[in-house]
C-alpha cells in the first residue's frame, strides 16, 4: 500500500500549469535543539489542482493525503506526493 498523510505549512504559493498544480509544504521533524524542517513536493491534478491553485497560498496551514512517487531526471532521482485529499487547516496571520 503507498499512502502519505502530512500536516505542515505551504512555503511557496501553488505553481500554476496547463493541467495540474506544484507546491511544496514543509514539516517539522525532533523537538528543541533536533527539531528540523522536511520539504516535500505535492502535486494535484484535476479537480483538486484547481481548488489547490485558487485557494492555497503561501503560509497556509495544509493536510494533505495521496501516494509517494519516485522520478528519475538527468541522473538525479525526485520524489514527490501525488495528492489525492486536501484539507486547508487555516491561512496565514496577516502582518
Given at each position: 500500500?503507498?499512502?502519505?498523510?502530512?500536516?505542515?505549512?505551504?512555503?511557496?504559493?501553488?505553481?500554476?500549469k496547463e493541467n495540474f498544480v506544484k507546491l511544496s509544504l514543509a514539516t517539522n521533524d525532533g523537538y528543541g535543539d533536533n527539531k528540523k524542517?522536511?520539504?516535500?513536493?505535492?502535486?494535484?491534478f484535476g479537480k483538486a489542482a484547481e481548488v489547490v491553485g485558487k485557494y492555497v497560498k503561501k503560509g497556509d496551514s495544509f493536510a494533505v493525503s495521496?501516494?509517494?512517487?519516485?522520478?528519475?531526471?538527468?541522473?538525479?532521482?525526485y520524489t514527490s506526493i501525488i495528492?489525492?485529499?486536501?484539507?486547508?487547516?487555516?491561512?496565514?496571520?496577516p502582518d
Open positions: 500500500m503507498n499512502n502519505v498523510t502530512l500536516v505542515g505549512r505551504i512555503g511557496n504559493d501553488p505553481e500554476i524542517t522536511n520539504w516535500h513536493s505535492i502535486v494535484f495521496g501516494r509517494l512517487d519516485y522520478n528519475k531526471h538527468e541522473d538525479k532521482y495528492g489525492n485529499d486536501f484539507t486547508l487547516l487555516g491561512t496565514k496571520d
